[in-house]
């Protein structure tokens, strides 16, 4: 691997804002290490895109965050791990550690979650890759799996955030036959956390409600730590670079970070 020192950032990649959940968890457990966010808002969503087009946009990002020496590079979309997670590795190479946001949560669910009825929602790029369901078969604890694919979801959080709105369009999604008698659901999809309260509200709190993002931050820590790469007395800086300004996205870093954040534009293609 490229020789990294602890003070190299992280950088954290999506579509849009939905990513800045992995990143207020990774800087919530690792407030010491330095952040880089790229959000392609030019191209979001990535549910409805093309497995190549996906892979095309992940492969130009990841080069950015090389660019910018970065020590550790989370793929924080659902969309972007299920058609690109292989590539990027590939691409990235012995350059910097590649994570994503489905195998953190493989050994929770076989360490929690044996025999219970488990959705998921998430884009229909993610749905149809059928990634999570392989990786829970593998396991062999008697989970049922069901997934749904809630395509307009991302899209209408990234405009609307938890506003009322969003709630009808939940109902149509939440109440689908696939989801019904379920212990625990599943948000694939990083930008779902952002309206965690209204989905448990939907199922009056009696479904368990996983937001994968601090299982992520922690493996992604205790990575770090395997390799010598924790950052024990950095300032925690953040850089936040948007491949098309937005407004949605501008609001969102304040909403997560209860700061004003520079957003720098960094067209993927000029």
């Not at 490229?2 to 849009?16: E, L, Q, R, V």
């Not at 972007?80 to 489905?102: F, P, Q, R």
């Amino acid at each position: 691997m490229t020789k990294h020192t602890a003070i190299h950032p992280i950088g954290i990649f999506d579509s849009g804002i939905g990513g800045l959940t992995v990143a207020r968890a990774v800087v919530n457990h690792l407030p010491s290490e330095n952040i880089i966010y790229f959000g392609d808002t030019a191209h979001m969503p990535y549910g409805d895109k093309s497995t190549s087009a996906i892979q095309a946009y992940s492969v130009k990002i990841a080069d950015m965050l090389l660019q910018q020496q970065c020590k550790l590079i989370v793929i924080a979309c659902y969309s972007a791990t299920s058609a690109a997670y292989e590539l990027v590795k590939e691409y990235v190479a012995d350059k910097a550690i590649v994570m994503d946001v489905i195998d953190p949560m493989v050994p929770y669910l076989h360490a929690n979650h044996a025999n219970h009825r488990i959705g998921l929602i998430g884009t229909r790029q993610t749905v149809n890759s059928n990634v999570y369901k392989k990786k829970i078969d593998k396991l062999n604890r008697n989970i049922q799996l069901s997934s749904l694919p809630t395509n307009l979801l991302a899209s209408a959080i990234e405009e609307f955030g938890d506003n009322k709105v969003i709630d009808s369009l939940l109902n149509e999604y939440l109440s689908h036959p696939t989801l019904k008698n379920l212990d625990v659901l599943i948000l694939a999809c990083t930008h779902y956390p952002v309206v965690k309260e209204n989905i448990a509200r939907y199922f009056k709190h009696e479904v368990e409600i996983i937001d994968p993002s601090d299982i992520v931050a922690l493996a992604i820590k205790k990575r770090l730590a395997q390799d010598n790469l924790l950052n024990p007395d950095g300032i925690g800086s953040k850089h936040f670079y948007v491949s098309d300004y937005t407004e949605s996205f501008s609001a969102g870093t304040k909403t997560f970070f209860a700061e004003d954040i520079n957003l720098e534009h960094y067209p993927l293609w000029d």
